[in-house]
């Protein structure tokens, strides 16, 4: 009854999977969010730690190669490149500042006009003397932002975002799901973008005017993602969601919780500006209201998950060895390892522990484990491998 | 026995004129309602009234009742019908919630708090329902236009409701996506009984899938019965109903299949004559406006084109065909200098003006007169004072009536139009679009096609990409088809098109002939 009257292939299937992501492609991720969180956490807290560049080169490492391994097909993946260029840019930035404002060690390689800022403003001085050992203790520094920023980057590309929002606890439910909504049009606005663009440029036949381009440019844009914001909020409304609405329990575990993140926020502050104990008390205030808050919210309606994913051997070994890197670190690091920390001043090449290189590399854990098949899911997921695709409910 | 009741609505979008001025409609369970009218005549609100959404999530003036399944929407939001109505819109990008396919189909059936185990085989149901058991692990920022669109009527359809509310779900798509979401419609309408309320502007699909079907127009219920009664007189009617139409067959056939039984012997009553085109080739004066050689392009390390030839000349209209991911895009793009060659070259007489698919990424001055004169300003004019192309091209595209609207205020097909205008004026000889009939309706249609006519005619040359087969089949002097970056056919378009197995419908009832004027003129001839 239905008729064909275009010039096109019935059978074939013109869009496939977006290239260049990795070979895991679109299967559910190989490992449990909680393994992902555990892994990506500990290579952070390595290159915090260990924050030689040769140990950090090793946690990038890591991290690129379990990208390549278990890199999903999602538009988020493909957002690793971009991540770490952030990186490394602002890393490159705060070299410059730090070389354009830090003085008097000694060491200098040339010297630029200078000027002192009006002691309201700080009264440091900008420009002068650009030394050596601070460039390099700067560079390296930033080496090791860009490391745990690669960890996260990683972790986002490996990750289910579903997964993790549906194993958070009840009480992170809905910001959760607020935060996927939102990286989920990351992508999408940077493809907008680029058509926004091209369409400036193909409107005058390809000549390029400058004035009045950003307007040309974000005006389109906000106005798409508007739109495309209330389609979705309308979808969502379609669909049921807050449906039941907010019970007592969960307004008081959101009062908790904004009331946990502006108790830790504080302590932070107090601790930068040197008041430890005020600081040590927010704290403590921040995570009891956190631990209120989670503890509220999950005893109140228990939400109904579907396929919830259970923590398979494999996730727990990949957790185990991971957070064992962090772990060796400290322990090498109380043990008088002094190779976990380099320092420009006076300047050598950095050391290298086979130990500690070794604990380090705990963190290519995940790449033993297979990458997920595409198209199917993976043993862990609950019910029988294989036959759970079929129609029977799981057990 | 009704399972949607509309009783004398009324709508008004807050400050706005009125939408709907006393609807009266009644669904019966099971059935397939097709909405049809011209854009903006309110189809989509009246859509939107069927879940809450009107006016429970848009405001505005309200008046009347509808009561789905037993429950009046004034006393139920949307989220309190997501049980009983389901609702998909036009854009596939902006309806998945999830980052996971079976995820963001189980999302309805989380927020109602299902059982799991009622949960997980729902979703199973579903999946195979609408044939995307194997994308279950997809993130649907990866999937086809056809491919999301299917999942976001899963996502509508989990909870098991008893209608089904699309609001011009193929309209983004290719005519294999479209293709695939109304097999799955009609599936789902025989197999579970879904009562579905459909509105949609391509027809030539959707039509033989209605059981009864309404004529929207200024905010009300013009005709409604059974879709060959309903489609008799409109305009945007499959393409052999109003060839039936021309020829005065009864009843109406809304397929091909029933045309070519009632064709019988129309043919003999035609007088073949002269089978020009409207705007014959030209190629033996014309000068070449934009030639392309060899031309390869690759993009994200896939050869996009390769070894492409096409020379446009003077007064063509070009249509580029083909199926997604083709190359029909990047030919446009190349020949508008917007994409780098990998070889070949491309040699431009004068200026190619690129039309985007999404007229979205174009448009942000607050008016519709603005944003055509912006380009002459970008161009070096100063924007101010009667500029008589401006009107030209308003006029050409229909727009006239429009130019003090904001331009995101228009429907789908204006704002396509708009976005021609805009770029057009810039009096540039060759006019390249893509995939320029996206959503439009009958009225847009027709206005396109007349510019693009005039256009060519007037010395310039359009090339349009598009899988359009009859808007190729009224407008076009040549056609190109490209496979994989080459192209495998190219030629006059009666030759090529006739010679193809997706041959428009006219051609396939009564070859010869292309379109339903040209069947009218050899009509004409026949009497005369």
């Known amino acids: ?395 | 026995m009704s399972v949607l009741l509309y009783d004398d609505v009324r709508f008004a979008y807050p400050g706005g004129e009125p939408a709907l001025t006393g609807v009266d409609l009644e669904v019966a369970a099971g059935a397939v309602l097709l909405l049809v009218g011209s854009s903006g005549s309110g189809k989509s609100t009246l859509l939107r009234c069927g879940n809450g959404l009107v006016p429970h999530v848009s405001g505005g003036r309200f008046g009347g009742d509808v009561v789905v399944a037993g429950r009046s929407t004034r006393t139920h939001p949307p989220r309190a019908l997501a049980d009983v109505v389901g609702f998909v819109h036009q854009d596939p990008e902006a309806q998945l919630v999830v980052d996971e396919v079976e995820r963001d189909v189980a999302f309805v059936l989380e927020n109602l708090g299902m059982a799991a185990a009622a949960m997980r085989r729902r979703v199973e149901e579903v999946l195979d329902a609408l044939g995307i058991a194997h994308l279950r692990h997809r993130s649907p920022a990866t999937l086809s236009g056809g491919e999301r669109q299917r999942c976001a009527i899963a996502g509508a359809l989990a909870a098991g409701p008893s209608v089904l509310l699309l609001d011009e779900p193929t309209s983004q798509l290719d005519p294999q996506g479209a293709d695939d979401v109304l097999a799955a419609v009609g599936r789902l309408n025989d197999d579970l009984g879904t009562t579905v309320v459909l509105a949609e502007h391509r027809l030539e699909r959707a039509a033989p899938l209605a059981t009864a079907a309404a004529l929207v127009e200024a905010g009300r219920i013009v005709v409604s019965g059974s879709p060959g009664r309903v489609l008799a007189d409109y305009p945007g009617a499959p393409t052999v109903t109003r060839l039936g139409r021309a020829l005065g067959w009864d009843p109406l056939p809304l397929t091909v299949r029933q045309a070519r039984s009632l064709a019988g012997g129309a043919a003999a009553a035609l007088a073949p004559g002269d089978l020009a085109r409207p705007e014959p080739l030209r190629r033996a004066g014309g000068a070449a406006l934009v030639g392309a050689t060899g031309v390869r392009v690759d993009l994200g390390g896939r050869t996009v084109l390769s070894g492409v030839e096409l020379d446009v000349v003077e007064g063509e209209v070009v249509a580029v065909l083909g199926r997604n991911g083709a190359g029909k895009s990047t030919l446009l793009r190349a020949l508008a200098g917007l994409v780098g060659l990998r070889g070949g070259r491309v040699v431009r007489s004068g200026a190619v003006a690129y039309v985007p698919q999404d007229p979205g990424a174009l448009l942000f001055r607050p008016t519709v007169r603005r944003e055509v004169e912006e380009t002459l300003r970008l161009l070096g004019g100063t924007g101010r004072g009667a500029r008589p192309e401006v009107d030209r091209w308003l006029d050409a595209l229909g727009l006239s009536h429009l130019e003090g609207r904001h331009p995101r205020s228009l429907s789908g097909g204006e704002r396509q139009r708009l976005a021609v205008a805009a770029v057009a004026v810039g009096g540039a000889p060759v006019l390249a679009l893509d995939e320029p009939t996206r959503g439009m309706d009958a009225a847009s249609r027709t206005a396109l096609e007349r510019a693009v006519r005039a256009h060519a005619a007037a010395g310039g040359a359009v090339v349009l990409a598009t899988h359009d087969v009859e808007l190729a089949a009224r407008c076009a002097t040549r056609a190109v088809v490209l496979a994989d970056g080459e192209v495998v056919a190219q030629g006059d378009a009666r030759t090529v098109l006739a010679g193809s197995l997706f041959a428009p419908q006219t051609l396939r009832v009564l070859p010869p002939y292309l379109t339903v004027e040209e069947v009218q003129a050899a009509l004409a001839r026949s009497s005369s």
Not at chain 1, 93 to 108: F, W
Not at chain 1, 253 to 281: D, K, M, P, R
Not at chain 1, 366 to 380: E, H, K, Q
Request: proline share 7%.
């Open chain 1, 1 to 395: 009854m239905r008729t064909t009257e275009q010039p096109q292939g019935r059978t074939s299937h013109a869009t496939g999977p977006a290239p260049g992501v990795g070979p895991g492609l679109s299967a559910a991720p190989a490992l449990h969010a909680a393994a992902w969180l555990v892994w990506a956490v500990s290579a952070a807290a390595t290159a915090q730690l260990a924050s030689s560049p040769v140990y950090v080169s090793l946690v990038i490492g890591a991290a690129l190669l379990i990208v390549a391994a278990h890199g999903r097909d999602t538009a988020l993946s493909a957002a690793f490149p971009l991540l770490l260029g952030a990186a490394v840019a602002f890393a490159v930035l705060r070299v410059v500042l730090t070389a354009a404002t830090t003085h008097g060690v000694g060491g200098a390689w040339v010297t630029l006009p200078s000027a002192t800022l009006p002691t309201l403003l700080g009264g440091f001085t900008v420009g002068g003397t650009v030394e050596g050992p601070v460039v390099l203790g700067a560079a390296a520094e930033g080496f090791a932002l860009v490391g745990i920023v690669a960890a996260f980057a990683a972790f986002n590309a490996v990750v289910s975002h579903a997964e993790l929002v549906e194993s958070a606890p009840r009480a992170f439910h809905e910001p959760g799901l607020v935060v996927t909504v939102a990286l989920a049009f990351v992508p999408a606005t940077v493809a907008a973008v680029r058509s926004i663009r091209e369409a400036d440029r193909a409107r005058t036949g390809g000549r390029v005017v400058r004035k009045g381009r950003l307007l040309r440019q974000l005006v389109p844009l906000l106005e798409s993602g508007m739109e495309k914001g209330v389609a979705l909020s309308e979808s969502m409304e379609a669909r049921g969601f807050a449906h039941h609405g907010p019970g007592a329990g969960e307004r008081a575990a959101g009062w908790a919780g904004l009331g946990s993140l502006l108790a830790l926020g504080a302590g932070f502050v107090a601790l930068v500006g040197g008041a430890e104990v005020v600081a040590l008390l927010f704290a403590v205030a921040g995570v009891v209201a956190l631990v209120v808050a989670v503890l509220v919210a999950s005893r109140g309606t228990s939400r109904v998950r579907y396929r919830p994913r259970r923590l398979a051997p494999t996730d727990a070994a990949v957790a185990l060895a991971s957070s064992l890197a962090p772990l060796g670190v400290v322990a090498l690091g109380l043990g008088g390892n002094e190779t976990l920390r380099w320092t420009a001043d006076p300047l050598a090449l950095p050391a290298v522990d086979v130990v500690a290189c070794l604990a380090v590399l705990l963190l290519l854990a995940p790449a033993v484990v297979p990458p997920a098949r595409a198209g199917g899911a993976p043993a862990s997921v609950q019910g029988p491998s294989g036959q759970a695709e079929r129609h029977e409910p799981a057990t």
